[in-house]
């Protein structure tokens, strides 16, 4: 059971665009930045999103990150097949006093 | 390039002891935390344990406190996790990544990562 709730899969078409949900608490998401890792099959995670809504140089403006209260979420427009990846929100736990990660999102491109 | 570089992985009984090692390069190692991330295969990501860039500050997830210990040395550029008393539950791909800040601090993040070394714990 993660401390962060995502959806445990997502589709869509593509050029599509969808959006993953991240469910957290006021001891990680509400006072503190997420940030959001892919992982494409067979391959180690890679950040996509740091600080709620920072890309990271070479990350496509398709992929875009906000934040509300205790959620985040993960937009991605134009969808494309190489989008097809696991996807992991993550923040730091003032409470737990570490890292959480959501359970992730398998993302399946029709 | 930053490249990192897991290795110590294998099979283990359960109780037994294991040592994982981190080798970096392309980067000031010692300007940097660092953390180990483990991944059952086909599961999520849950990260273990965080240094920071002199040791000064080390925590750990609750499932290893006790049991696990993360190490670096700055001039080696290594990082490393010393894993006792192994349970068929710390059965998965240990992933070592780069922080990108000196401290543990919950503004950072981390990037890149390794590509992981696999620890399977079984009589």
């Known amino acids: 059971q993660s401390v962060l709730t995502q959806p445990p899969s997502a589709s869509g078409t593509p050029g599509q665009t969808i959006t993953i949900s991240c469910s957290g608490s006021?001891?990680?998401?509400?006072?503190?930045?997420v940030n959001w890792y892919q992982q494409l099959p067979g391959t180690a995670p890679k950040l996509l999103i740091h600080?709620?809504?920072q890309r990271p140089s070479g990350v496509p403006d398709r992929f875009s990150g906000s934040k509300s209260g205790t959620s985040a979420s993960l937009a991605i427009s134009g969808l494309q097949s190489e989008d097809e990846a696991d996807y992991y929100c993550a923040a730091w736990d003032d409470s737990l006093n570490g890292w959480v990660f959501g359970g992730g999102t398998k993302l399946t491109v029709l | 390039e930053v490249q990192l570089v897991e290795s110590g992985g294998g099979l283990v009984q359960p109780g037994r002891s294991l040592r994982l090692s981190c080798a970096t390069s392309?980067?000031?190692?010692?300007?940097?935390?660092m953390h180990w991330v483990r991944q059952v295969p086909g599961k999520g990501l849950e990260w273990v344990s965080g240094i920071s860039w002199n040791s000064g500050s080390r925590i750990y997830a609750d499932s290893v406190k006790g049991r696990f210990t993360i190490s670096r040395d700055n001039g080696q550029h290594s990082l490393y996790m010393q894993m006792n008393d192994l349970r068929s539950e710390d059965t998965a791909l240990y992933y070592c990544a780069k922080d990108v800040g000196r401290g543990l601090h919950w503004m950072n993040w981390f990037d890149p990562w390794g590509q992981g070394t696999l620890v399977i714990v079984s009589s």
């Open positions: 006021s001891s990680n998401i509400r006072r503190n930045t």
């Open positions: 392309g980067f000031t190692f010692d300007d940097y935390a």
């Open positions: 600080s709620n809504n």
